[in-house]
């Protein structure tokens, strides 16, 4: 009953504080990549107009009205609460002349209905859709009805809208005939109006380390280059078109867009480069997973060894979370796919990766090659012994299975752990 409550008054405060400031709405969904294209847009824009991006994943009935509102979630204080009441209710008596003028909306959807609840508090004039993948399936059952979910972002929009699509997701792209908006693609197919091409791994010449992509972005002819360092993995790509497409639609250039992206420093648990123990290197990739993502992710533990560092791949992977029926399909073909890149090594964490530890075997990986446990902390404890140096490491998994962890037991700087990985406030660390 107080979360209904609750729901409703952060509802009607935040429509109207949307009517009252009207601030260009971009709304961004997807099942996967929504936040990292959302930080990105962020980043982008903010370099030249006032901009707000939803807070961490704030997506839902209520993290969405907070970002909206401008404040974080006090959970269970009354004290907090009223806090943020009393800020939407000043927004709404007076005019704050430091209101944004581009909110940056992540939307997420768990249950049917849950983007025509957020796109009802916040009607987006640029909608964007990532990528179509089984995540959060646990109330969809089938594709084919989380894409009709999803595709709503853009249909919601009106003529003077703008949706933006990813051109190499046929499911996305699909969405074209779901909008009477003008359509924006974007990715790697040499159709989509803003595209990547030439993307590689550019590697330090003193370590032989990466040290983070290098691409160019196409638009109309117009060609610049992108360096994103101390990422890796070229599926982050994706995030950069669509800040660069939003950016474009917003009245930015390409020379704007890349000298604002010189300055973008990647986000905790997103792909990053980071050094480990021996030297090592670690991929830390913690912030979540779904099976497309990890795909990408192994794609990308491949592409790091070079003639420099021929050391031992390892994959360490834990459970992907809310794929409902599909669980185990999934995790088996991620079992089957790192035992076809002949990675080195496989350690799972958790109990639907052990599908993933017995399809690898199956596969070709010997047994002494798979190790599983239950839960990170003491995967980190064995990587701490295990891992030598020239080793490059893999660290993914879905956020309640707490990879991170891991990462903090073996990275050559824990103290740094606050700044580089994702979930170290108090309310995690206590948990």
Known sequence: MIKIILEKKLRFFSKRIIKKYQPEVVGITGSVGKTSAKEMTTRILASKFVVRGSVGNYNNEIGLPLTIIGKENPGKSLLGWC????????????????????????????????????????????????????????????????????????????????????????????MRTKTDAEVITYGFHEQAHVRA???????????????????????????????????????????????????????????????????????????????????????????????????????????????????????????MLELGAQTQREHRQIGLCVAEKRVDYFITVGEAMKAAALAAKKGGMKDESVVSFANSLDAGRFLQDFIKSGDTILIKGSQGVRMERIVKEIMAEPLAAKTLLVRQGQKWLET
Not at 89 to 94: E, G
Not at 121 to 149: D, N, Y
Not at 219 to 240: A, E, M, N, R, T
Not at 302 to 317: E, F, M, P, T, Y
């Open 83 to 174: 806090s943020v009441f009393l800020h939407a209710t000043a927004l709404l008596l007076r005019k704050d002349p430091n209101y944004p003028e581009i909110l940056v909306l992540e939307m997420g959807a768990d249950h049917p209905g849950d983007i025509s609840y957020l796109t009802g508090i916040a009607p987006p004039s640029v909608g964007v859709v990532t990528a179509i993948a089984p995540a959060h399936m646990e109330f969809f059952k089938t594709i084919k009805k989380l894409i009709r979910e999803k595709q709503k972002v853009v249909g919601c929009l009106d003529k003077s809208g703008v949706a933006v699509l990813n051109r190499d997701d046929e499911n996305v792209y699909g």
């Open 197 to 319: 091409t030439d993307v590689q791994v550019r590697f330090s010449s003193q370590t032989g380390w990466p040290e983070g992509l290098i691409f160019k972005v196409d638009y109309k002819g117009s060609v610049v280059p992108i360096f994103l360092k101390g990422v890796i993995g070229d599926h982050f790509v994706y995030s950069v078109l669509v800040g660069t497409s939003i950016g474009l639609m917003l009245g930015m250039h390409l020379v704007e867009i890349s000298q604002a992206l010189q300055t973008v420093e990647m986000m905790p648990g997103r792909m990053r480069i980071l050094p480990g123990v021996k030297e090592t290197m670690i991929i830390d990739d913690t912030y979540n997973a779904s099976p497309k993502a990890t795909l990408k992710a192994l794609d990308a533990l491949v592409l790091c060894c070079n003639q420099k560092h021929k050391g031992r791949r390892i994959a360490v992977l834990g459970d």
